[in-house]
């Protein structure tokens, strides 16, 4: 099994990024339109029509401001995504791990360069580009 480990970092509060995170209308800014509330055992979807792509999610862990996971089902993932954060001295860090990848493929790597982009643009959401 493979999975994706990355960390960012944030100037913004960690109760401003969790809520970037957890927020329909923040998180169709930065990752995809969806239906996500974070309500443990909520089923939604990420979708994006332009690449005719949906994401099933269900909403596994809310620990506010602290954790949040969800299943990502989609083609051929199928992985749970845990973000976790912690805020020391003003800046916010954010820790994500989408585990379940049967190997580093090409789902792997779509998944470990597309977080890196999603979260540029989470930056400019938050203010901090």
Same mark, same amino acid.
């Given at each position: 099994?493979?999975?994706?480990?990355?960390?960012?970092?944030?100037?913004?509060?960690?109760?401003?990024?969790?809520?970037?995170?957890?927020?329909?209308?923040?998180?169709?800014?930065?990752?995809?339109?969806?239906?996500? #509330?974070?309500?443990?055992?909520?089923?939604?979807?990420?979708?994006?029509?332009?690449?005719?792509?949906?994401?099933?999610?269900?909403?596994?862990?809310?620990?506010?401001?602290?954790?949040?996971?969800?299943?990502?089902?989609?083609?051929?993932?199928?992985?749970?995504?845990?973000?976790?954060?912690?805020?020391?001295?003003?800046?916010?860090?954010?820790?994500?791990?989408?585990?379940?990848?049967? #190997?580093?493929?090409?789902?792997?790597?779509?998944?470990?360069?597309?977080?890196?982009?999603?979260?540029?643009?989470?930056?400019?959401?938050?203010?901090?580009?």
């Amino acid at each position: 099994m493979a999975e994706v480990s990355l960390d960012f970092q944030f100037k913004s509060s960690i109760n401003k990024v969790w809520d970037s995170l957890t927020d329909s209308d923040s998180l169709a800014k930065w990752i995809m339109e969806n239906d996500f #509330k974070p309500v443990v055992g909520h089923k939604c979807q990420f979708r994006n029509p332009q690449w005719n792509l949906i994401v099933e999610c269900e909403v596994l862990v809310v620990d506010e401001p602290n954790k949040l996971s969800y299943t990502w089902v989609g083609g051929p993932i199928d992985t749970i995504v845990t973000w976790t954060l912690k805020e020391e001295d003003g800046t916010t860090y954010l820790h994500l791990e989408q585990t379940g990848f049967e #190997k580093e493929d090409q789902a792997y790597n779509g998944a470990k360069y597309g977080w890196g982009g999603m979260v540029d643009e989470l930056k400019k959401v938050l203010g901090e580009m």
